[in-house]
């Protein structure tokens, strides 16, 4: 399969998701993701490509890039920053670079995540895999799990902080959680059983960095948390895009943070801890305006390079130009609108296998096809 097929059958996973929508669960907040890939589309591929260039021609390969992008998830998005032009097929969703440049951008997304995932790279059999087997039993060994049934009240407990770290995550990354959430497996450890990864980290964007984009964060004890739970009998489902589905019978559990094993009062106090941050987080952005997200959409993205930009010994924080997008509002809703109006007159009376496969096509033409040169693009 050569790239441009590669790149049509991750569109036509991607396509799924604009056709049959994502069970209530594509970022909508704070808001549309269309618009928030519209802001995507005037600063992110061109950052992300020229960093991309620079580590290759300092002689840091693909794999190593891959490694340092945790995780996945995140990545997939990349994928729908061309979405917006279904809303204004004028716009260059690549803006910055060329024809060829957009078109190594997404062959380098998929690169990346091939490198990524050790099974479907677009999760197409609804398993996110990571790990090798003999880094399961690794991270297993020596690990204090809790006995689901013997520890009722830690049980119930494990599934709230699992819902607030996940609200959080949403919060922190301005509606796309997966810049600080992976859930990954399941992984088959013994008969009948299957482990569950739940991976939180940057919780506390900008600490390394010196410029905290949320002061309540200060406040979360862990930069990163992991879930490890072992399921009897389960049915794990987990899509491109990190959406789980889990049936089954919780067996035990582990929850690691700083490279230990919390104690079940350790997980009590973590709860009260993590249910207070994420309520001064809700006081914080109970008045906020789209122009203030635009500008923590911006900070996080761009801090999301930091760990390129250090290797490159180049300053990471965003240029002053890109703060004029929060001026942009109207122009990014009004794109948001039209993609509603053209999506549906685009697969309106079609099958929906063959209103995905339109779709994917159309984002595709606009990749390979469209004339991207024009005004001194």
Request: glycine fraction near 4%; proline fraction near 6%.
């Given at each position: 399969m050569n790239k441009k097929e590669t790149t049509l059958e991750a569109y036509k996973t991607l396509a799924k998701f604009v056709v049959y929508g994502a069970r209530g669960q594509p970022?909508?907040?704070?808001?549309?993701?269309?618009?928030?890939?519209?802001?995507?589309?005037?600063?992110?591929?061109?950052?992300?490509?020229?960093?991309?260039?620079?580590l290759e021609e300092k002689g840091i390969g693909i794999e190593k890039i891959a490694k340092l992008c945790w995780g996945p998830s995140a990545i997939t998005h990349w994928f729908y920053i061309i979405e917006p032009i279904l809303g204004d097929p004028t716009l260059n969703p690549f803006e910055g670079l060329t024809k060829e440049e957009g078109i190594e951008f997404i062959e380098k997304t998929i690169e990346i995540i091939s490198h990524q995932r050790k099974g479907d790279i677009f999760c197409r059999d609804m398993k996110n895999i990571l790990l090798s087997d003999d880094k399961v039993k690794q991270i297993l060994q020596g690990k204090e799990f809790i006995e689901a049934r013997d520890k009722p009240e830690i049980t119930k407990l494990l599934r709230n902080l699992t819902l607030t770290l996940w609200h959080y995550t949403i919060l922190i990354q301005g509606g796309h959680r997966a810049y600080s959430q992976e859930f990954h497996g399941p992984y088959p450890i013994e008969k009948n059983k299957s482990l569950l990864i739940k991976d939180f980290f940057n919780l506390i964007?900008?600490?390394?960095?010196?410029?905290?984009?949320?002061n309540f964060s200060l406040d979360m004890p862990y930069s990163k948390i992991r879930f490890m739970e072992i399921y009897d009998n389960a049915q794990?489902?987990?899509?491109?895009?990190?959406?789980t589905n889990v049936a089954g019978d919780l067996v035990k559990f582990c929850v690691v943070a700083e490279n230990s094993s919390l104690s079940g009062e350790e997980i009590k106090s973590l709860s009260k801890i993590c249910g207070d941050v994420m309520s001064e987080g809700n006081r914080t952005i109970r008045r906020f305006s789209k122009p203030d997200w635009v500008k923590k959409i911006i900070d996080l993205r761009y801090l999301w390079l930091k760990p390129f930009k250090d290797i490159l010994g180049e300053d990471w924080r965003p240029p002053e130009r890109i703060y004029s997008l929060v001026n942009k509002v109207s122009e990014a809703e009004r794109v948001a609108r039209e993609f509603e109006n053209n999506i549906i007159s685009l697969i309106r009376g079609i099958p929906p296998e063959k209103a995905v496969e339109k779709?994917?096509?159309?984002?595709?033409?606009?990749?390979?096809?469209?004339?991207?040169?024009?005004?001194?693009?």
């Open positions: 970022p909508l907040w704070p808001f549309s993701i269309i618009e928030t890939n519209w802001y995507y589309t005037k600063f992110l591929p061109k950052e992300i490509y020229h960093t991309i260039k620079a964007p900008g600490k390394d960095a010196d410029s905290i984009v949320w794990i489902q987990i899509d491109i895009f990190n959406h779709v994917a096509e159309v984002l595709i033409e606009k990749i390979y096809n469209a004339n991207m040169e024009r005004n001194g693009l």
